[in-house]
């Protein structure tokens, strides 16, 4: 965001404003169940609920981070075999993992109970 908050709210850390493992009751909740943790562009669930598969390549040593968009990890084909990025953490995890930043690898063709997508359009 703007101000490189640490949560997509703000910099402290607000139980009613995502879904995490002490409030889930250890399952997914419906979209926009908590309204209070909307992003500054209006965005909700960016923190907890379910972690964000992205089309972003996890490779440390060819595309470190931070973020570079024009660095080439958007551009390579899809190959199950390559790991991707994962964000945002979800309800079965604790506020420390509900960062704006988090990040984590995980393969392709593999599933949780705890994984989604956003669906997205340009305006």
Request: net charge neutral.
């Amino acid at each position: 965001g703007p101000d490189a908050w640490i949560y997509p709210w703000g910099n402290a850390f607000d139980d009613a404003k995502a879904i995490s493992f002490s409030n889930s009751g250890n399952q997914t909740a419906n979209v926009g169940s908590r309204p209070l943790g909307v992003s500054w562009v209006g965005a909700l669930d960016m923190a907890g609920n379910v972690s964000q598969w992205t089309s972003s390549i996890y490779d440390q040593s060819q595309f470190p981070y931070p973020y570079k968009k024009d660095d080439g990890r958007e551009n390579i084909i899809y190959d199950n075999n390559i790991s991707r990025v994962l964000r945002g953490g979800s309800w079965v995890n604790y506020s420390t993992n509900l960062r704006a930043t988090y990040r984590v690898r995980f393969a392709p063709g593999s599933e949780d109970k705890d994984i989604g997508f956003r669906c997205a359009r340009s305006s």
